[in-house]
């Protein structure tokens, strides 16, 4: 019943910006800590930047200074704001939680394609 619906997504010149959106139905997420994960061809997902449920936040070295990842509990909705886009950032994006014991069946996630 628990369905993430990421969006947002889309193709850009190399130094762009996006804004990438996950709605939650079917649950309430205000008690997990949620992340971003980006996925490309042959590798696993991996978690590029979370917020807790004290809205902390934790970025991976890679998009320090460029991403921001924030969370509207009342909208049950998590979004990755992405600044200074690189073409290392390509791939496809997905949320979920952080404690794999609260982890979500995955949604489709969004395409991110960054072009130089």
């Known amino acids: 019943q628990v369905q993430l619906v990421e969006s947002g997504g889309g193709l850009v010149q190399a130094g762009g910006s996006l804004r990438l959106s996950c709605a939650a139905s079917?649950?309430?997420?205000?008690?997990?800590?949620m992340g971003w994960y980006r996925q490309v061809p042959g590798k696993q997902r991996e978690l590029v930047a979370y917020v807790s449920t004290d809205r902390s936040t934790n970025y991976a070295d890679a998009v320090k200074g460029r991403f921001t990842v924030s969370r509207d509990n009342a909208k049950n909705t998590l979004y990755l704001q992405m600044n200074g886009l690189q073409p290392e950032d390509t791939g496809v994006y997905y949320c979920?939680?952080?404690?794999?014991?609260?982890?979500?069946?995955w949604g489709q996630g969004t395409q991110v394609t960054v072009s130089s």
């Open positions: 979920n939680t952080v404690k794999v014991a609260r982890r979500f069946v």
């Open positions: 079917g649950a309430t997420f205000s008690g997990y800590t």
